[in-house]
């Protein structure tokens, strides 16, 4: 092991509870780190079905109070957490390497982000502004007002442990609702930092809590008869099945799920700049996001040089211990899901896909899966079809603009799509015929600024997109007043 593994303190877990920091009675849960399994990072006692009831009991109880707070206020104790969140970048980025597996700097930064989403969020006071409609009637004016939903579910994948938390939870309390979050159990500590931040930034008892355990909470919360929204963002298969449950009780949801993006690299494009972008869209984070390029469409006549060079980059890519600053890539978030990676490789392989790129990952753990560029014959190959959510990219050739955005739009996801080009009206072509909720020209097809929306077309969500001032259609619902003085 090297000299950056030796933090090896193990942090005791605790659920929060209507602002009481309380032991799990459940079974116990031991976070361990992807790179090295010996290492705890964090253990305890998980949540049970009956703390998920005193939780939504709790977060009842506190939501009248809070909708009456006025929003300044409540905006308030998200700039102070994003204080609190920016002061403990540096140990919580670390924390989170070890805990999911992204490297350290992509750790840092993404608690560093966490707190942009939540200062964001604290102005949205300044932002929101009603509707005043004229009416058919004289003496009358209709208004559309904003409330708050009331108890908010919150269920948070272990890809993004403390932004994809913020991105829900800062909106959530900002417009009004209190929450019931239960993160994934792969992930706990950093779900225990946000929450901490929080915490000290003086959030009244209630407003948050947090649930740390298995899938059976997630039941437990999409089921509850307090439940009055949930949002969710994980594998499209839970996500589906959260959806009709959700429908089943009438209750509203936000289910952000699977992508399957590519990046698409034409015959004008700066193919250095391409080739970075790409390798960023697919290796960073161990390819782990929803939003990571997991397809490459090339036109022929770029196609080898491309690859030649994609090649040359991936191999001075390092894999290996993310908290080691010089490693470009960590493992994935466990030797299961590793496992389940090599296997979809080896099918995709045996469907008859060429290794164009194979890294090395010998001598490290068994949740390390090596950088994969596979270039595949068709369609029907599954490193196309599926989200392996992992290093690996599948490469095929177009002879024609056209050919690549059809191949482009070729999956039933749509989240997003990196278009490489110094072709205007090629760029312009693209935003009408390349059907997906995020589009970047000349960058990789990862990233979200919080100011604007994130979500994806097609199959990739469901329900009203995150973000910006997207944000607001899920979490408030509206009252149109016809006011007329008697
Ligand atoms: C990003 O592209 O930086 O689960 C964020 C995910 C997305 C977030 C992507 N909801 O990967």
Partial sequence: MTETMTHTDTVPLRLLIDGAWIEGTGKDLESTSPTDPGQVVAAGGTATVDDVRTAMAAARAAAADWAATPMAERGAYLARAAGIVTANAEAWGTELAREEGKTVAEGRGEVLRAAQILSYYSAESDRLAGEVFSSPRRGEKILVTRKPLGVVG??????????????????????????????????????????????????????????????????????????????????????????????????????????????????????????????????????????????????????????????????????????????????????????????????????????????????????????????????????WREEFFGPVLAVRRVATTEEAFALANDSEYGLSCALFTQDLSKALAAMESIDVGILHVNSESAGADPHVPFGGAKKSGYGPKEQGGAAKEFFTHTTTVYLRGA
């Fill in 154 to 383: 919150v269920i948070t994948p272990f890809n993004f442990p403390i932004a994809i938390p913020a991105w829900k939870i800062a909106p959530a309390l900002v417009f009004g609702n209190t929450v019931v979050w239960k993160p994934a159990s792969a992930v706990p500590l950093l779900a225990m930092r946000l929450a901490q931040a929080l915490v000290e930034a003086g959030l009244p008892d209630g407003v948050l809590n947090l649930v740390i355990g298995s899938g059976a909470l997630g039941n437990e919360i999409v089921n509850h008869p307090e439940l009055d929204g949930l949002t969710f963002t994980g594998s499209t298969g839970v996500g589906r099945k959260l959806a009709a449950a959700a429908a089943g009780a009438g209750v509203p949801i936000q289910a952000e799920m699977g992508g399957k993006n590519a990046s698409v690299v034409l015959e004008d494009a700066d193919l250095e700049l391409a080739v970075e972008q790409v390798l960023f869209g697919a290796f960073r984070s161990t390819g782990q996001k929803c939003t990571a390029t997991s397809r490459l469409i090339l036109q022929e006549g770029i196609a080898d040089a491309f690859l030649a060079r994609l090649r040359e980059r991936l191999g001075q890519w390092k894999t290996g211990d993310p908290t080691d600053p010089s490693v470009h890539m960590g493992p994935v978030v466990s030797a299961s899901a590793a496992e389940e990676i090599r296997a979809g490789i080896a099918t995709s392989i045996a469907q008859g896909a060429g290794i164009a790129f194979e890294g090395d990952v010998s001598g490290l753990g068994d949740a390390f899966v090596a950088p994969t560029v596979l270039e595949v014959p068709d369609a029907v190959n599954d490193a």
